[in-house]
């Protein structure tokens, strides 16, 4: 292996009688070429892509049930959350209220202070303490995600996603209504543009 | 006085052995790399922590662009070929049944689906083309591919993707929505890049003690 015939290259037939000459040695140094392909080896190993896109999976609610059967949540065990522009993001508990008696309409962020994630957790710590069923605490907790219409693709994913990292087990994708639409919008004009994760 | 002398061995190692093993290795490599296929429509998907790989074959796959235009890519070409047959029997567009059997995507509205074909499959680029018109709710032209889709699945399991950009603005997602519930679908997957799950979260401490994480 390796070894290339250099005698006689070039050179005429030798003749009987003709004495030989010396014999070159036959080894060619493969060192370059074992570099060679190392480096593409490494080039290859580094070009290869590792990751592949995962899926995350969504049921949608039916909504052809007549809404005599569609579930019905305990007003107490309801958070809604609704997401604006830039990156806004806007919660109440219950049912919304803005007006003389109260304002339950709050705004939250994507992460750091006063996160999404805090509030949901603090949701579902309130809705398990109040639990009747100890087989199931949190049975009454739904989460209802109502992306406004300036709100990006992004965004929605996170939710879902801050579903799934908070194990909330009931959760809804439902359209805003013009109310609560045109709260987010003036709260949006409002508010300074934050960043999302 | 003279020592006998030692015969001078050579310093030169046979290479061979290690070229062979490089180029082995090299080979395989090279077999095994997919590169990732220029794109012809660019977008940019968000991370979440699903875990669960999305499937390379046999999908439905529905883009949404960072403009919120639609297309819709069919990985089988039995499929495509029912799909294009039967449009061009119901509606009759006279699409070439073998140019839409090799689409890679279809991004234009059925009207115009016969000189979205016409152009060459290298030109077509997702930010020139009028993508799958969604916006309109009595113009839904989803619906009808979806249907198309639903038929030549004929009860099938069907694998259905959607992979949205970043930017892209909610009422195309919702529409997109819409077109699904239409045709009773209800069950989808969105394309995600994996992200683990934030230190200290519910799903982190389930992941910790070895919970099998459900999606």
């Given at each position: 292996m390796?070894e290339?015939?250099?005698?006689?290259?070039?050179?005429k037939?030798?003749?009987p009688?003709?004495?030989?000459g010396?014999?070159?040695?036959?080894?060619?140094?493969?060192t370059?070429?074992?570099?060679?392909?190392f480096?593409?080896?490494?080039?290859?190993?580094?070009?290869?892509?590792?990751?592949?896109p995962t899926?995350m999976k969504?049921?949608?609610?039916?909504?052809?049930?007549?809404?005599?059967e569609?579930?019905k949540?305990?007003?107490s065990?309801?958070l809604?959350?609704m997401?604006?522009?830039?990156?806004h993001i806007?919660?109440y508990?219950?049912?919304?209220k803005?007006d003389a008696?109260?304002?339950?309409f709050?705004?939250?962020s994507?992460?750091?202070e006063?996160?999404?994630?805090?509030?949901?957790?603090?949701?579902k710590?309130?809705?398990?303490s109040?639990?009747?069923?100890?087989e199931?605490p949190?049975?009454?907790f739904?989460?209802?995600?109502?992306?406004g219409?300036?709100?990006t693709y992004?965004?929605?994913?996170?939710?879902?996603?801050?579903?799934?990292?908070?194990v909330?087990?009931?959760?809804?994708?439902?359209d805003?209504?013009?109310?609560?639409?045109?709260l987010?919008?003036?709260?949006?004009?409002s508010?300074?543009p934050?960043?999302?994760? | 006085?003279?020592?006998?002398?030692?015969?001078?061995?050579?310093?030169?190692?046979?290479?061979?052995?290690?070229c062979d093993?490089?180029?082995?290795?090299?080979?395989?490599?090279?077999l095994?790399?997919?590169?990732k296929?220029a794109?012809?429509i660019a977008?940019?998907?968000?991370?979440?922590?699903a875990?669960?790989?999305?499937?390379s074959?046999?999908?439905v796959?529905?883009?949404?662009t960072?403009?919120?235009?639609?297309?819709?890519?069919?990985?089988?070409e039995?499929?495509?070929e029912?799909?294009?047959?039967?449009?061009?029997?119901?509606?009759?567009l006279?699409?070439?049944?073998?140019a839409?059997?090799?689409?890679g995507f279809?991004?234009?509205?059925?009207?115009?689906?016969?000189?979205?074909?016409?152009?060459?499959e290298?030109?077509?680029?997702?930010?020139?083309?009028?993508?799958?018109p969604?916006?309109?709710?009595?113009?839904?032209?989803l619906?009808t591919?979806?249907?198309?889709?639903n038929?030549?699945?004929?009860?099938a399991?069907m694998?259905l993707?959607?992979?949205?950009?970043?930017?892209?603005k909610?009422?195309?997602f919702?529409?997109v929505?819409t077109?699904?519930?239409?045709?009773?679908i209800?069950?989808?997957?969105?394309?995600?890049?994996p992200?683990?799950?934030?230190m200290?979260?519910?799903?982190?401490?389930?992941?910790?003690?070895?919970?099998?994480?459900?999606?």
């Open positions: 390796a290339l015939d250099t005698s006689g290259g070039g050179h037939k030798k003749g009688g003709v004495k030989k010396k014999k070159l040695s036959t080894r060619v140094d493969l370059p070429m074992v570099d060679l392909g480096l593409l080896i490494t080039f290859f190993i580094f070009t290869t892509t590792m990751s592949q899926a969504l049921f949608l609610p039916d909504d052809k049930v007549n809404p005599e569609q579930n949540a305990k007003e065990g309801v809604t959350i997401m604006g522009a830039d990156n806007y919660y508990e219950g049912q919304l803005v008696s109260g304002n339950n709050m705004s939250a994507y992460n750091g006063n996160s999404i994630r805090d509030v949901i957790m603090k949701k710590a309130d809705v398990r109040r639990a009747t069923d100890p199931n949190e049975k009454d739904v989460v209802v995600i109502k992306p219409k300036e709100c992004k965004n929605v994913i996170d939710i879902l996603d801050e579903m799934a990292i908070n909330v087990k009931k959760y809804a994708l439902v805003i209504s013009a109310d609560e639409a045109k987010v919008e003036l709260s949006d004009a508010a300074k934050s960043t999302s994760n | 006085m003279g020592r006998a002398k030692l015969p001078r061995k050579s310093t030169n190692i046979d290479m061979t052995a290690m093993v490089a180029f082995l290795l090299l080979s395989f490599f090279i095994t790399t997919k590169f296929p794109e012809a977008v940019e998907t968000p991370s979440s922590v875990s669960k790989v999305a499937p074959k046999d999908f796959l529905i883009t949404i960072k403009d919120g235009k639609v297309f819709l890519t069919l990985d089988d039995q499929r495509k029912f799909i294009a047959n039967s449009l061009n029997s119901t509606r009759n006279g699409i070439d049944v073998a839409f059997k090799k689409a279809i991004g234009a509205p059925i009207a115009g689906l016969k000189s979205f074909l016409a152009i060459p290298e030109n077509r680029k997702g930010d020139q083309l009028p993508g799958i969604v916006m309109d709710s009595t113009n839904n032209e619906v591919w979806l249907q198309l889709v038929e030549s699945y004929a009860g399991k694998d993707l959607l992979k949205g950009d970043n930017v892209s909610y009422p195309s919702r529409n929505i077109a699904l519930k239409k045709n009773d209800l069950k989808f997957q969105m394309i995600t890049n992200e683990n799950a934030p200290g979260s519910e799903l982190w401490k389930k992941s910790m003690s070895g919970e099998k994480q459900e999606n």
